[in-house]
């Protein structure tokens, strides 16, 4: 079965860090496009970060998250990273990974169908 698992969120003071991982298991993610989007509650999901694939190893950023939040790949290991610093209570929401075989880069509050999703990794920022 071929999905994809998130990891890495928790409970972090405004100010620190998290590194959230998504791995993919029954596909490798060499080929796709991988966004990750969080939805706060009572709030519309939106896309905050994407990388192409390995052939095309671009990111980008939504500019709530710009200069904080970093996307990375290790094919090796077939996941996607989001190292996110100096976080802030706005930060607060659910996060989730996405891939796609085509070469897409959702930012926003923008819906799309997409070819995987995971279940969500909850991140909250409260001192």
């Known amino acids: 079965q071929s999905q994809l698992v998130e990891s890495g969120g928790g409970l972090v003071q405004p100010g620190g860090s998290l590194t959230l991982s998504c791995v993919a298991s029954g596909f490798t993610l060499d080929n796709y496009a991988i966004n990750w989007f969080r939805q706060a509650p009572g709030k519309e999901r939106e896309g905050v970060s994407c990388?192409?694939?390995?052939?095309?190893?671009?990111?980008n950023y939504a500019d709530s998250v710009k200069g904080r939040f970093t996307i990375s790949r290790d094919n090796a290991k077939n996941t996607v990273y989001l190292q996110m610093n100096s976080l802030k209570p706005e930060d607060t929401a659910l996060y989730y990974c996405t891939a796609d075989r085509r070469p897409l880069c959702v930012l926003g509050r923008v819906t799309i169908p997409l070819d995987y999703w995971g279940q969500g990794t909850q991140v909250t920022v409260s001192s």
């Open positions: 990388i192409y694939t390995s052939s095309n190893t671009n990111t």
